[in-house]
């Protein structure tokens, strides 16, 4: 797992580093300049390069830099886009040292003349929008087609909501300190810092931020049981699929098998009896008529839900009353029981705030923007600019585990921690891409996992079954099924791994 920062964060585990523990300044500076030395020297064409400065320390970084390529022989200028009046401490000393040094400065920049270009204008202490000449010599970077490697972060990236401020410089790479940054990581920053290196400078020890899950989470996949059987690895209910929309039901159930449990049952319209049947013979089914009355449909349900370890309810569900009937007798009766709640049955919960009172910790919400703002009351762009904020003023009416599915999908466990996703791909904005999410979410919780680590672990393996389609079918052309393969060879890998 790695910890993922916003700017604020940062400097303060600067300053601790620097104060607490005595590690001076100049010495985390040079590390960042070494690194960023070393990616140049990897990735980037050095016929000749031009360092961008700043007046701070991300300046400071750039101008260090400068003398390590000089110093090694590589021709390089420097270019001051800052002002001396606004030099910080480190800054003085590593422009005197690149003067002593001799290392070129320009006054001028004849972008032509440049194979590689090093961003060095602002960094996590960029504070407001760029304008006048600093946007302008963004522009003018970003029009010269030269490639750029951003020190730290992308100059114009906001650090903590990764919002271009006014303009940003795009960079093919970006060599950042000690933690990725929060900016970074979500979109549009993300793509603005192109490929992301995370360098070990000697900064340590955040405990605050967003987690986010690497590839040394595979240890988080249940164990299999050797002696086990099919009860032990569980049993998922999948309440989904309405007339017409028998699809959602087959992507969600086929998940869950798929993921590891031992035995699913679809509940679903009797319309929708012998596609699946025939689809999805692994499944069991059970069947509900239009034409029963509430308490006929509430004793199927409960009687499906005596059989299940977990319940996922809600794709293609519909929001018809059957299906909030349907709903109501889940929460009512569900005896503790682990819950996901998807789709349409998100669209009725919504609309039911005694239901949601009844969600705690084991009820799993996993809306999409549309679904969450209709839950959380407020705008997509509420909760695009503050995520975290409506997520936790959510929580205070509906105390579940929340799975806020966007380009980065945000998930909140019970205990208030945060998540950010960092796989998958635009090929996952395909029809049956979230049913596949639910069961894969049912799937690990029926084989014992909790909640807090299901949620999470589920969008990670949801995202990297996305790349492995996208690798296969391309982003463009890629289906919920190729999600479904993707998933089945993710699985094996990991099992592999373990
Ligand atoms: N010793 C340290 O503190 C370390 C700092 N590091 C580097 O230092 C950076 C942070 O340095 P700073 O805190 O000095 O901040 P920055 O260098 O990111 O920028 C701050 C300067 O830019 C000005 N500024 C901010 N927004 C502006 C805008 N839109 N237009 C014009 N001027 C603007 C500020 O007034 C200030 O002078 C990190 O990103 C990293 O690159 C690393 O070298 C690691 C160690
Ligand atoms: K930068």
Not at 29 to 48: G, I
Not at 183 to 212: N, R, W
Not at 266 to 288: G, K
Request: charged content about 20%.
């Amino acid at each position: 797992m790695q910890i993922l920062v916003t700017g604020k964060q940062m400097k303060q585990l600067d300053q601790s580093t620097i104060k607490q523990m005595g590690i001076p300044s100049l010495v985390l500076m040079e590390r960042a300049a070494m690194a960023v030395f070393d990616c140049l020297k990897q990735h980037f064409p050095l016929k000749k390069t031009l360092v961008v400065c700043g007046s701070g320390n991300n300046g400071a970084d750039g101008v260090a830099v400068a003398r390590l390529l000089h110093l090694a022989g590589y021709p390089v200028d420097l270019y001051l886009a800052g002002n001396h009046t606004s030099f910080t401490e480190e800054m003085h000393i590593q422009w005197q040292a690149a003067k002593n040094y001799q290392v070129s400065i320009v006054n001028n920049c004849r972008f032509s003349e440049y194979t590689t270009i090093v961003d060095a204008l602002f960094g996590v202490g960029l504070s407001r929008e760029l304008s006048g000449k600093y946007q302008a010599l963004a522009e003018k970077i970003n029009a010269s087609g030269i490639p750029v490697l951003a020190v730290d972060i992308p100059s114009g990236i906001h650090a903590g909501t990764g919002q271009v401020m006014g303009t940003a410089i795009r960079a093919t790479e970006t060599v950042t300190f000690a933690y990725r940054k929060l900016g970074i990581s979500l979109y549009p920053g993300s793509v603005y810092a192109g490929h992301i290196q995370v360098k070990d400078v000697g900064i340590y020890g955040a405990s605050e931020g967003v987690f986010s899950l690497d590839n040394k989470d595979v240890s988080w996949l249940p164990a299999r049981d050797p002696a086990g059987n099919k009860g032990t690895f569980g049993k998922i209910l999948l309440i989904a699929g309405s007339r017409n929309m028998s699809g959602a039901a087959y992507f969600s159930s086929k998940a869950a098998l798929l993921s590891g449990a031992g035995m699913v049952r679809i509940l679903t319209d009797e319309s929708n009896r012998i596609i699946l049947q025939q689809q999805f013979p692994e499944a069991m089914l059970s069947v509900y008529e239009p034409s029963m009355t509430p308490d006929e449909l509430s004793e199927i349900v409960r009687k499906a839900m005596d059989w299940a370890d977990v319940v996922a309810v809600g794709p293609g569900l519909s929001t018809s009353k059957t299906a909030e009937n349907l709903l109501q007798t889940v929460l009512t009766f569900r005896q503790s029981k682990p819950i996901v709640i998807d789709a349409d049955a998100l669209n009725l919960l919504a609309k039911r705030k005694d239901l949601q009172a009844q969600c705690d910790a084991a009820c799993i919400l996993t809306p999409h923007l549309g679904e969450m703002s209709r839950l959380a009351e407020c705008t997509i762009s509420d909760l695009k600019v503050h995520p975290q904020k409506f997520m936790d003023v959510f929580y205070n009416n509906c105390s579940c585990t929340l799975i806020m599915k966007d380009a980065r999908t945000w998930i909140r466990t019970a205990d208030g921690s945060f998540f950010l996703n960092l796989t998958g791909n635009d090929g996952m904005a395909t029809a049956g891409s979230g049913d596949v999410l639910c069961g894969v979410v049912a799937g690990l919780l029926g084989q014992g996992m909790n909640p807090s680590k299901a949620a999470p672990f589920a969008v990670w393996l949801h995202g990297l079954a996305g790349d492995q389609a996208a690798s296969a079918k391309g982003a463009r052309s890629m289906k919920a099924t190729d999600i479904l393969s993707g998933l089945e060879a993710q699985l094996q890998k990991m099992d592999s791994q373990n």
